[in-house]
């Protein structure tokens, strides 16, 4: 079946806009998660899902910053008046359990540039 | 929070040596610690990973070996070939404890002829 999915893949955007990035995850699967990776860098936590539940969104790094799975499957991660620090690959990631300690799989990205 | 430290930062070897990449953790409830390769612009993918309750596991030539009471793992590979040439990231995680991977910076790993 078909893996981790994210779009768009490319996004550029003007200071000050708001920019959506969606996720699907792998079918099925309970947890799904958020990373930002800065170029040269390791992706860093932003926020975690387990079903329609967000669980843990400690890495959110500031208001602006917003997610949701309102059905539990798709994730749509929400930027607010993008800033040029915002830009960065936005990775999501899903696993089959909710307990960790089970391979998460990545999507392909999405790569943000704010101008 | 967690920190993960990874060493060195670039590694170049001839093919058909081995690679070995170091990485040190600093929560000890960490029990999960997961390997991902990543080829430029493209998603990282799991190589290997590794359980608190075991100290070395082998996969090919791939083997990951962790010590608990220093904090350590290791990534080994053995008969590098030119395909291994890609950004090498560990990562730990608490089961059960949120479940979110905290990512070393990286290991750009390369394989010459």
């Known amino acids: 079946g078909a893996g981790v999915s994210q779009s768009p893949r490319y996004k550029v955007a003007k200071r000050g806009q708001d920019v959506a990035l969606r996720c699907d995850p792998i079918s099925g699967h309970v947890s799904l998660f958020w990373y930002q990776q800065a170029l040269g860098q390791g992706p860093e936590f932003l926020t975690y899902f387990q079903n329609e539940a967000q669980l843990d969104k400690s890495g959110l790094p500031s208001d602006r910053f917003f997610a949701e799975r309102p059905e539990g499957s798709v994730s749509t991660l929400k930027i607010q008046r993008t800033q040029k620090e915002d830009s960065a690959v936005y990775l999501c990631?899903?696993?089959?359990?909710?307990?960790?300690?089970?391979?998460?799989?990545f999507g392909q990205g999405t790569r943000l540039t704010v101008v | 929070g967690e920190n993960v430290e990874q060493h060195p930062s670039t590694l170049s070897v001839q093919e058909g040596d081995s690679a070995v990449i170091k990485c040190t953790y600093s929560?000890?409830?960490?029990?999960?610690f997961p390997w991902y390769k990543q080829e430029l612009g493209k998603r990282p993918q799991l190589i290997i990973d590794?359980?608190?309750?075991?100290g070395e596991k082998k996969d090919q030539r791939i083997a990951v070996t962790l010590n608990k009471t220093a904090k350590h793992f290791s990534l080994h590979i053995t008969e590098t070939q030119p395909e291994d040439s890609a950004v090498y990231f560990c990562a730990a995680s608490i089961t059960g404890g949120g479940n979110k991977l905290t990512f070393g910076t990286g290991t750009q790993l390369k394989v010459e002829l």
């Open positions: 990631a899903s696993s089959s359990q909710g307990g960790g300690g089970t391979e998460a799989f």
């Open positions: 929560d000890s409830a960490s029990n999960y």
């Open positions: 590794i359980r608190s309750n075991v």
